[in-house]
């Protein structure tokens, strides 16, 4: 079955620090994998997306993620921490073309990210 | 287009009254989806259309909550009898035939029973 596993439910750097937010998922199928932030109090913003084309993929705001198969992971990383980039984040792996279901998404449990000053 | 527009943002309901959410998607996408975000959870999947079929439905939506989109635009949530365990933030996203893009959600609609 498909699932996604985020391995820290917080993490706190300080800001100008290096970000890592990692993710393991499982899949029988080829996954496409994506990170989500959620500000408070606000909607689910697309970061980037895996879809097995190159398996460093670079999405907004500085964020990248690279896909290892080998180790079925897709770590969300960022050079340098802003106090902005404090939110929830989340980690997504498409259902697509699994067992006849054509579109859900399945969410990790979340990582807060807390930037300190 | 001003993105996925979700009404209305807050609804706070009486334990045993109907409540209805109403979705408008990116005007482009024909795929629409309901999802169900718990405090301190990642959202969880709820149904999705393509066009104005319902393709799937997930064993969360029990026979209380009906969800339609008769033309294929907009669609609507109905909660029959809500119970406490249905305060929840309900989101909805859509995208384009293929999924694997990536979605557009709204900011949700948050719903207290009381």
């Known amino acids: 079955a498909q699932s996604v596993t985020q391995l820290d439910s917080h993490v706190s750097v300080s800001e100008g620090t290096p970000v890592l937010l990692r993710c393991n998922y499982s899949?029988?199928?080829?996954?496409?994998l994506f990170w989500y932030v959620q500000h408070p109090n606000k909607g689910l913003q697309l970061l980037l997306k895996y879809t097995s084309a190159a398996t460093l993929v670079k999405g907004i705001n500085g964020f990248e993620a690279e896909f290892k198969k080998s180790e079925t992971s897709f770590h969300l990383t960022k050079p340098s921490a802003h106090m902005s980039d404090a939110a929830e984040y989340f980690c997504?792996?498409?259902?697509?073309?699994?067992?006849?279901?054509?579109?859900?998404?399945?969410f990790g449990k979340g990582t807060k990210l807390s930037v300190k000053p | 287009d001003t993105g996925v527009s979700q009404n209305p943002r807050h609804k706070i309901t009486k334990r045993g009254q109907n409540v209805t959410f109403r979705c408008d998607p990116i005007?482009?996408?024909?795929?629409l989806y309901w999802y169900r975000q718990t405090l301190g959870q990642g959202p969880e999947f709820l149904t999705y259309?393509?066009?104005?079929?319902?393709?799937?439905k997930s064993r969360l939506l029990s026979d209380r909550f009906s969800a339609e989109r008769p033309k294929g635009s907009f669609s609507t949530l109905e909660i029959q009898r809500t119970e406490q365990g249905d305060s929840a933030m309900y989101l909805c996203?859509?995208?384009?035939?293929?999924?694997?893009?990536?979605?557009?959600f709204g900011s949700g609609t948050r719903l207290t029973v009381v």
């Open positions: 996203a859509s995208s384009g035939e293929d999924g694997r893009s990536g979605y557009t």
């Open positions: 997504v792996v498409s259902l697509r073309g699994y067992g006849g279901s054509q579109g859900n998404l399945i």
């Open positions: 259309f393509q066009n104005e079929a319902q393709l799937e």
């Open positions: 899949s029988s199928y080829s996954p496409s």
């Open positions: 005007s482009e996408h024909n795929r």
